[in-house]
């Protein structure tokens, strides 16, 4: 007996396979023009067609990623966007808040660009923490480095990172853009510093300058005798309200008498010494360098100080030099690494780079004690750390 339902059943399976075939044909078309959007919203044209976008382009087209002797040109997104699937979604997700900014006019002006560009490359520093510097990794590699052939600062640097686990944006921090103005930053380092310093309890007995302080020779005396650089090691003797007698030795190199060394034979300054100081000076010993012939005087010297400058713990006040250095130091070259110059060396060579940065005057005093203190030549010199 014939079936008569087999003409209805074989339509509807014929249905159901051309909707499965548009089907297809439409999420194929779907997914292409979505990755094709993806694609062509992601390279550089696109990204540098907005006109705030001007000044990080010409930052970009002066850096290394753009021209360099290998002819090898990382465009934005090898930087700005991870290849990784989840993290690519949600990066371009979250990139529509540049759009709005785009249109509410954030940065359309060089004056605004500058104001927010420490905040968006802080932004951009801590996403590259956050994901170990991926998208620089997709390029390079430290398996894949030939450090021996690299640049004498390079192969320094590199077994280190290695060593110690670093990331490419702790050392590399302006390789495509000029570094914004770190005033702010530093300034803050200094706050947090000045309120640790507020907390140091008054048992303690070995303390540290914080900064360039001024001292006296009498507890009530207004009229300073002269200065404790930062980070100069001090001992307690009496407290006075506000002020605390110290104790401060050092070296002093015969014929310059208004200095006080914190070591024999390195130019790192710890007390410069007033007409009157000079004359409460104990020298205690003499030495003759055998390389120079210069004679030095191992000396001390009692002065009163005020003790909201003076912290017990010295890493504080490395940790805020640490960061300073990382800040501005990572503009036109990486991290330097503290064994990299001997502590005579480092004073020229902070000298030379300071008119690159934002720092002040004192910033750079305590930078300066910083890295010479963590020089080759010191006993407490802490290779390739920063």
């Not at 759009?99 to 490359?121: F, Q, S, W």
């Not at 790192?268 to 104990?282: M, R, T, Y």
Request: with cysteine; aromatic share 6%.
């Amino acid at each position: 007996m014939k079936n008569l339902n087999q003409p209805k059943a074989k339509r509807r399976g014929w249905g159901v396979l051309w909707i499965l075939i548009i089907g297809i044909i439409l999420g194929a078309v779907l997914l292409g023009g979505s990755a094709f959007v993806m694609h062509k919203t992601s390279d550089t044209a696109f990204c540098v067609s907005c006109h705030s976008m001007q000044q990080p382009l010409a930052e970009y087209q002066g850096s290394v990623h753009f021209q360099n002797t290998k002819g090898i040109r990382a465009e934005c997104s090898d930087c700005h966007v991870p290849h990784e699937p989840i993290d690519y979604l949600l990066t371009k997700v979250a990139a529509l808040k540049d759009v709005y900014g785009e249109m509410t006019g954030k940065i359309d002006t060089p004056e605004k660009y500058e104001a927010h560009k420490l905040e968006m490359a802080q932004k951009v520093w801590k996403d590259f923490e956050a994901n170990d510097s991926a998208t620089c990794r997709s390029c390079h590699s430290f398996e894949a480095m030939d450090i021996v052939s690299q640049k004498p600062e390079a192969r320094i640097q590199h077994p280190t990172a290695i060593k110690e686990g670093q990331t490419c944006i702790s050392c590399h921090k302006g390789v495509a853009h000029i570094l914004p103005d770190m005033s702010s930053l530093a300034a803050a380092g200094a706050g947090e510093l000045s309120s640790a310093a507020a907390k140091t309890p008054d048992s303690a007995t070995k303390l540290y300058t914080i900064a360039t302080e001024p001292f006296y020779l009498q507890a009530k005396e207004e009229h300073n005798a002269g200065n404790l650089m930062p980070s100069t090691e001090v001992n307690v003797i009496q407290r006075d309200g506000d002020r605390v007698l110290v104790s401060v030795a050092g070296w002093q190199q015969d014929g310059v008498s208004e200095v006080l060394y914190a070591a024999e034979g390195k130019r790192i300054l710890s007390v410069l010494l007033g007409d009157e100081a000079q004359k409460n000076l104990k020298t205690e010993s003499s030495v003759t360098d055998p390389e120079t012939g210069l004679v030095w005087h191992q000396a001390s010297i009692q002065v009163w100080i005020a003790k909201n400058q003076l912290i017990d713990d010295q890493e504080k006040i490395w940790q805020y030099a640490s960061n300073m250095m990382s800040a501005n130091c990572t503009g036109c070259h990486g991290l330097t690494a503290l064994d990299r110059f001997n502590a005579n060396q480092w004073i020229g060579v902070v000298k030379g780079m300071a008119p690159r940065t934002s720092l002040t005057p004192e910033q750079l005093r305590l930078l300066t004690q910083y890295v010479q203190k963590h020089a080759s030549d010191m006993q407490n010199a802490q290779p390739s750390k920063s």
